[in-house]
């Protein structure tokens, strides 16, 4: 299973998906291969937004290594399933969809909800990471089940 999650700036939400997934599925020893892009262009290189960091590493993963990058449309082929934050996500990465094949492996990350973006509220970090976590555990559970 290869899943890439997508924000706006992958450097807040995104990040934190991709290191949450990954280790979700390292830790049930799944050979699942997780990244992340955002659609803005604005933070293309650099590490996760030090906020982000902090709340993943308060809970024993290390996202610092990772390196913000933008969405293209070559990942719709690289991607089984590609979970974007909110409805704006979900409207940029539809457009650049050229056929319904890719258009099908776009989802919000959870159903009928969005992911709000922390990036003005530092207050944001710890239930973000709380809302991420557990619609990563469901994510997981669900595609496995699917995969079967
Ligand atoms: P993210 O958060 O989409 O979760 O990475 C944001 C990061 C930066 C900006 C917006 C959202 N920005 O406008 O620079």
């Not at 280790?23 to 982000?52: C, E, F, M």
């Not at 902090?54 to 590609?82: C, E, N």
Request: charged content about 25%.
């Amino acid at each position: 299973m290869k899943i890439l999650m997508v924000c706006l700036g992958n450097i807040c939400r995104s990040p934190l998906a991709e290191g949450i997934m990954r280790h979700l599925a390292d830790a049930q020893g799944l050979n699942w291969q997780v990244d992340s892009a955002g659609t803005g262009n604005y933070h293309i290189g650099k590490k996760p937004d030090h906020r982000s960091i902090k709340v993943a590493k308060a809970h024993g993963i290390d996202i610092s290594a990772q390196q913000a990058r933008q969405f293209s449309v070559a990942d719709f082929d690289s991607f089984d399933v590609i979970a974007v934050m909110d409805e704006q996500n979900y409207r940029d990465v539809m457009r650049l969809a050229e056929n319904d094949s890719q258009r099908e492996k776009v989802r919000l990350l959870i159903k009928n909800e969005i992911v709000p973006d922390p990036y003005y509220d530092d207050a944001l970090f710890a239930p973000v990471y709380d809302l991420i976590e557990k619609n990563c555990v469901s994510l997981l559970a669900e595609l496995k089940t699917q995969n079967r």
